[in-house]
C-alpha cells in the first residue's frame, strides 16, 4: 500500500511539475512559430523523380498579412518573388516580366516545384486564429491535433508532436478531409536568438508522389524592431 501511495504521489507531483495548461502551450509554440519583422537567407533543395535542384531565397516577413519572398539564384536558372499582401498573394516571373495573382487551387500547388505549397511558404497567423486545437500529452511531446475553422486554412486537419523542452515541432503531419496522409513535415535543426527558437533546417515529404522532399536551411536570421513597408508592395514585387 504504501508503494502505491508513493507511487500515486509522484505520479501527480510529475504532471504539477512538467505539464502547463493549453492556453501557456499554445502561446509558447506560437511564440516559436508566428514571428513578426524578421528577414530570413535560406538555401532550398528540392529532390523528385527526375533530378535535384537547389536555390537560394529571401524572405521578409512583417506579420502574418506582409510576406515577401525572392527566389535570388537556382541551379536551373529559374528565378521568381512572390508577395503576399493582405488577402491577395502574386507571383513575378521575371522571365515574363508580369506578375499573375496566385488564388483558388494554385495556393496548394508547389512552391517552385517544391514539396512546401504558396500557402506553407506564407502562412504566418496564430494556430489559434486558423484551427480549433486539442492538446494531449505523452513522456515526450505535447500534441496538437488541429482542425480547420476558416475557411483559407491552409490544410483541413494536422498534428504536431511539440518538443517540451523548446515548444517547436518534432514532426507535424498533414491530413486530408478523409482523414489520408498527405505530408510529413520535420525541423531537424534549432536556433535560439534573444527568447525565440528559431526553426534552422526544416524537411517537407509529399507523400502523395514517389519522391517529393524539400530541405529549406535558415543561414541567416535578422530580427528587426520593424521592416519597411516598402518591401511589401507590388511596386517593389515588379521593379
Known amino acids: 500500500m504504501a508503494k502505491k501511495i508513493i507511487f500515486l504521489l509522484s505520479s501527480i507531483f510529475s504532471i ?3 505539464s502547463y495548461d493549453k ?11 508566428s514571428v513578426k519583422n524578421v528577414i530570413y537567407r535560406a538555401s532550398m533543395k528540392i529532390e523528385d523523380d527526375e533530378n535535384t535542384r537547389d536555390m537560394e531565397l529571401l524572405l521578409y516577413i512583417k506579420d502574418e498579412k506582409n510576406v515577401y519572398v525572392e527566389v535570388i539564384s537556382s541551379s ?21 516580366g508580369r506578375s499573375v495573382l496566385i488564388k483558388g487551387h494554385m495556393l496548394k500547388e508547389g512552391f517552385m516545384g517544391s514539396s512546401l505549397s504558396y ?11 486558423v484551427y480549433d ?5 505523452d513522456e515526450k511531446y505535447y500534441i496538437l491535433e488541429m ?3 476558416v475557411e483559407d486554412a491552409p490544410y ?18 498533414i491530413y486530408s478531409s478523409s482523414n489520408r496522409l498527405l505530408k510529413e513535415f520535420y525541423i531537424e535543426d534549432y536556433e535560439k536568438i534573444k527568447d525565440v527558437y528559431f526553426p534552422k533546417k526544416v524537411v517537407m515529404k509529399d507523400l502523395l508522389q514517389k519522391k517529393n522532399i524539400t530541405t529549406v536551411e535558415y543561414k541567416e536570421i535578422n530580427l528587426k524592431d520593424k521592416l519597411s513597408d516598402n518591401y511589401f508592395t507590388k511596386t517593389y514585387l515588379e521593379r
Open 156 to 173: 483541413k486537419f494536422k498534428k504536431s508532436y511539440i518538443r517540451k523542452d523548446i515548444f517547436l515541432p518534432y514532426k507535424e503531419e
Open 147 to 149: 482542425k480547420a475553422k
Open 76 to 96: 536551373d536558372g529559374n528565378r521568381s518573388r512572390f508577395l503576399k499582401k493582405d488577402n491577395s498573394m502574386w507571383l513575378y516571373l521575371t522571365s515574363a
Open 133 to 137: 486545437i486539442n492538446v494531449i500529452e
Open 16 to 18: 504539477l511539475l512538467f
Open 23 to 33: 492556453d501557456y502551450i499554445l502561446e509558447r509554440v506560437e511564440k516559436n512559430l
Open 119 to 129: 500557402e506553407d511558404i506564407s502562412e504566418n497567423r496564430r494556430l489559434r486564429d
